[in-house]
Structures are given as structure tokens and as C-alpha cells.
């Protein structure tokens, strides 16, 4: 059964590909790394396209890997399936990523295409509950368990992945500007906060559109952040290039665990 992966940025698309075969769907305006596979080109004005396209590939099995971008659709290039699509799209847009991205799925499903998640092809690249470098105080314990109570009490809000505490205080909350925004002002407005990142999915988030991510530049940022600890979701939350990314938690002294 053939199978594409929907790639965007980062080092995800690659990771997915050594699953198995798979063509690439390589969208206009998304960089993404060369990789050795069958490539097909696409817009987001072009679904209609997009689809035949897939269905002349042999393609039943659809992965979306990587970072992307809201799109910002120019009318003038739509064809007419994603005219048709376009106010069910626009609606979705005007609420969280989970609510767009369970749509698009949707639309893809209906067209006769499954879509699967990098967990489904990779969950090795996951964690099992428990300490991955270092061991947490209890005081990053508890910093911990107050960032995920706020991810907990947003979920329904559909508003981020991430969150970091400090001292009991929540100071920084991931929204649609995405993780490193955020790390980046904790750095600015709370430097040396020795606070913790928590990153984790939404509850009922759709996890085959949009799995939960940290990669070696997380720790670095994080780090530069003035964090002192970072929890990870158990089994929900993909570990990219784990030997560095416990080098990175070594060389600059951040706890990493995974948590239930």
C-alpha cells in the first residue's frame, strides 16, 4: 500500500521516511530537507490537484510530519475543489490548530485517503515514564504539575502545548506563536527563572495532524531561557535525535523526564 508523507520543516519528514517507502508531498513555500524519495509537488490553493495526483501515485496512507504555517490562500490560484472547500476551511481557521487540522483530515478522509501519525510509524521516537537525563528536584516536580494543571484547564480552549512555571507561577504559555516564542519571552521578562517547560498534547488533541515535538534546540533554547527542567508527555511527545538531545541536557545542566 503506497504511502506520502505531507512534509513540512524539520527533521521529522526524514524520520517518518525511514518507516518505509513513501513519496513526499512538498508544498509551494515550505522548506523541507531533500530527502531520497518520489516527490510530489503542491499548493495549498490546489487540492483538487493535490488529490488525483495522490490517487495516480497509488497513494491510500496520508502522514503529515513537520512544522507549517497557517496558509495564507491566494484566490486567484484555486481550483475549484478548494473553492468549494474554502468556507468550510475559513471556518476551522478562525479557531485552534486542532480544530483546522481535524478538518483537513476530514477532508482527506473523504477522499478516500487514511491518515496516519508519526506515533503510528515511529513510536520509538517517544519516551517511557520516567527520568531520560538527570533527575528532577521536587521543587521542578512541583513546577511541573502547576504548568500542566493550566495546559489542562486551556485544553478545551485549544490553545497551546506548552507551558512553564517557576516557583509555583505560571510564566509563560504557548499560543499560535508556538513554543520557541514563548521560551524566548520567559528569557526576556523572567531571566535565570530556573522555571520548567512542560510539553505535552492538548487533551483530546487529534495526534496523527499534530504530535507534540522537542529536538535538541529545544533543551538549547530552554536553556537560554533561564529554565532549569523540561517534562515531556509519556508516550505522547516525539524525542528527535534523543543522543543529542541528551547531550544538550548534559552540556547545559537541564533535567528531562517523561511524565503520565
Do not use: Y
Not at 68 to 94: C, E, H, I, K, N
Not at 170 to 193: C, H, K, N, Y
Amino acid at each position: 500500500m503506497a504511502r506520502a508523507i505531507i512534509a513540512g520543516a524539520g527533521a521529522l519528514p526524514g524520520l517518518l521516511l525511514q518507516a518505509g517507502p513513501a513519496h513526499i508531498v512538498r508544498l509551494a513555500g515550505v522548506e523541507n530537507d531533500p530527502l531520497d524519495a518520489p516527490d510530489i509537488p503542491a499548493r495549498f490553493e490546489r487540492f483538487g490537484a493535490l488529490f488525483a495526483d495522490l490517487r495516480a501515485a497509488g497513494v491510500k496512507d496520508l502522514a503529515f510530519a513537520g512544522a507549517l504555517s497557517r496558509p495564507a490562500f491566494d484566490p486567484a490560484l484555486m481550483d475549484p475543489v478548494t473553492m468549494a472547500l474554502m468556507p468550510r476551511v475559513a471556518g476551522a481557521m478562525a479557531q485552534g490548530d486542532d480544530a483546522l487540522l481535524r478538518v483537513i483530515a476530514e477532508i482527506f478522509e473523504e477522499q478516500g485517503f487514511r491518515v496516519i501519525g508519526a506515533l503510528d510509524l515511529r513510536p520509538d521516537l517517544t519516551a517511557a515514564q520516567g527520568p531520560i537525563s538527570g533527575t528532577p528536584t521536587d521543587a521542578q516536580v512541583r513546577d511541573a504539575a502547576r504548568a500542566r494543571s493550566v495546559l489542562d484547564a486551556l485544553g478545551p480552549l485549544d490553545v497551546g502545548q506548552g507551558a512553564v512555571a517557576a516557583k509555583g507561577q505560571v510564566i509563560g504559555i504557548e499560543t499560535l506563536q508556538g513554543t520557541d516564542a514563548m521560551l524566548r519571552f520567559v528569557g526576556v521578562s523572567l531571566p535565570g527563572s530556573g522555571g520548567v517547560l512542560v510539553k505535552r498534547p492538548k487533551p483530546g488533541q487529534d495526534l496523527r495532524m499534530d504530535t507534540p515535538v522537542i529536538g535538541p534546540a529545544t533543551v538549547m533554547k530552554a536553556a537560554e531561557a533561564g529554565l532549569s527542567g523540561i517534562e515531556i508527555a509519556a508516550g505522547s511527545v516525539l524525542v528527535l535525535d534523543r543522543d543529542a538531545v541528551e547531550t544538550a541536557c548534559e552540556a547545559s545542566g537541564i533535567s528531562l523526564w517523561a511524565a503520565a
